[in-house]
């Protein structure tokens, strides 16, 4: 029977740990069901990888393609944490010349499906003339994919978005009624990377070819929290749309690393102290960097605000990082009896799973917001790149978050509405309905059952129309 079939599938996900660690989420729940997956990513970012489960070793392969040397890419940069933003594009740049070596591991492999990510667009080109089947799996949400629109828009070929307003209110082939749409300071942070340049190609442009070119649609969503998102999405793209539930980190990833275990020991005595769900966390993920403005207005409403806090700070994107932010004068030694800055490795799942922890700063990213719903702590946000701002208002429109008030046009925002945001969702009345809505979405996003139903749907798709292709 075509459902006892077990496939070999290959992922290959773009070069960010955002996307790498939904990929190896996957990749786990696939591989403990006895299917054999090839996870493909550069030596360093493999090496930089959590340790797995010895009991996947003999399913879960990790394979090193050494990324080729591109000018203007530094050394050792094979990730966008490496990188400042506006050097991102010559990682791309980089990947696009990985067409080869991928090619030549497909023809030694010859899997049955590779589930890729948008920047490789170029995948089913390849993949198409050695009879291998394509799923561009989107670690975005539904919501923001049926935001971007269909395949033509996206690629330009029909009348599209021309200018950042066009951004900013909701898009035609959206049927129902909805406050999900970018804020123009949101846009505008991203707009030259929708545009594209001479050097390369827009990120707009290669979600249109990923999608345009692939056999399925694999999307880190849930029917449960998106079915009209989902339904936009079979609409536009006229091909299967398989949701595959929102991946739950699984276990803490770091046990075993001594280095690590001494950090966390230290930071668990700190969190230890104080009083329960009175801490808040505030992290803004491996990719975002406030500026020096509103680390100044972050930093002053936190010390405004008089909570607890523990506060994992990025100052740099990568060594070729030269804009400096500094905190403000004093604000170290004025908070020290009741805040922490970490700014070098901090694990986020132990840190917010610890009772002390009674709510979330963060900038939107999805993985940090479905390991805020494992562990029941309510989101304040704040955007600053991507995906975040569509993010921000799918959760502000269920009163799952709940933004920080800001100036649309620019972004700016105030210490006042910073310390007034933080007290309100963690302690007062009003910010009661974020505090339910957190612990309501669990059983949706995190639910063991619910997720492996999920991973089965995608592989007896997967399985089944491998059958039916091949037996033409």
């Known amino acids: 029977m075509a459902d006892e079939r077990k496939v070999h599938i290959v ?22 069901k006895g299917h054999k997956v090839s996870f493909v990513s550069t030596p360093r970012n493999i090496d930089r990888l959590p340790k ?95 935001f971007l629109g269909p395949t033509e828009v996206l690629k330009g070929d029909e009348d599209g978005r021309k200018t950042a307003e066009d951004f900013i209110v909701k898009p035609k082939w959206v049927p129902f009624e909805t406050n999900v749409a970018f804020k123009l300071f949101e846009i505008l942070r991203i707009f ?9 190609i827009s990120d707009i442009w290669r979600v249109g070819a990923a999608i ?19 339904k936009v999405l079979e ?25 690590k275990d001494e950090a966390w020991r230290f930071m668990k005595e700190w969190l230890d102290k104080q009083a329960k769900g009175s801490v808040v966390y505030v992290a803004f993920g491996s990719e975002a960097k406030p500026s020096q403005a ?17 506060w994992v700070l990025r100052k740099k994107r990568g060594g070729e990082d030269t804009e ?26 132990k840190i917010l799973s610890h009772e002390s922890v009674g709510g979330f700063l963060t900038h939107s990213g999805w993985s940090s917001v479905v390991e805020a719903v494992q562990f029941e702590k309510p989101l304040i946000l704040l955007t600053f790149l991507a995906d975040q701002g569509i993010n921000a208002r799918v959760l502000e429109e269920k009163k799952v978050g709940y933004p920080i008030p800001r100036d649309d046009s620019d972004g700016s925002f105030t210490r006042d509405s910073v310390a007034e945001s933080l007290k309100l969702v963690m302690f007062e009345e009003g910010g009661k309905i974020y505090r339910d809505k957190i612990k309501e979405m669990k059983g949706m996003f995190c639910d063991e059952g619910r997720q492996d139903r999920y991973v089965e749907n995608l592989l007896t798709f997967l399985q089944s129309y491998r059958s039916v292709k091949d037996d033409k």
């Open 212 to 230: 345009e070119n692939c056999d399925v649609l694999a999307v880190r969503s849930c029917s449960e929290f998106e079915p009209k998102w989902l």
């Open 294 to 310: 509103e680390l100044n207005e972050i930093s002053l409403g936190l010390e405004l605000s008089g909570l607890p806090f523990f």
């Open 235 to 259: 609409e536009i793209y006229q091909k299967p749309v398989v949701p595959v539930g929102q991946l739950p980190t699984t276990g803490n990833n770091d046990d075993g690393d001594e280095e």
């Open 11 to 32: 992922m290959f996900p773009w070069l960010a740990f955002g996307h790498i660690i939904p990929y190896l989420e996957l990749s786990k729940l696939i591989a403990k």
């Open 192 to 200: 030259d990377s929708i545009e594209g340049d001479e050097e390369n």
């Open 52 to 146: 797995q489960p010895p009991n996947l070793a003999h399913h879960l392969k990790f394979v090193k393609i050494p990324l080729p040397l591109i000018e203007n890419l530094p050394e050792n940069a094979e990730a966008t944490i490496d990188l400042p933003y506006n050097k991102v594009k010559y990682l791309k740049l980089a990947c696009d010349a990985l067409q080869q070596p991928i090619t030549e591991f497909l023809q030694r492999t010859c899997p049955d499906w590779i589930l890729y990510d948008f920047p490789s667009y170029w995948i089913p080109s390849i993949a198409s003339k050695l009879n291998i089947h394509t799923a561009y799996f989107s670690i975005f949400t539904a919501a923001f994919l049926g």
């Open 324 to 349: 400096v932010i500094l905190l403000p004068e004093g604000f170290e030694n004025r908070t020290k009896d009741r805040g922490v800055v970490c700014t070098s490795w901090a694990p986020q799942l």
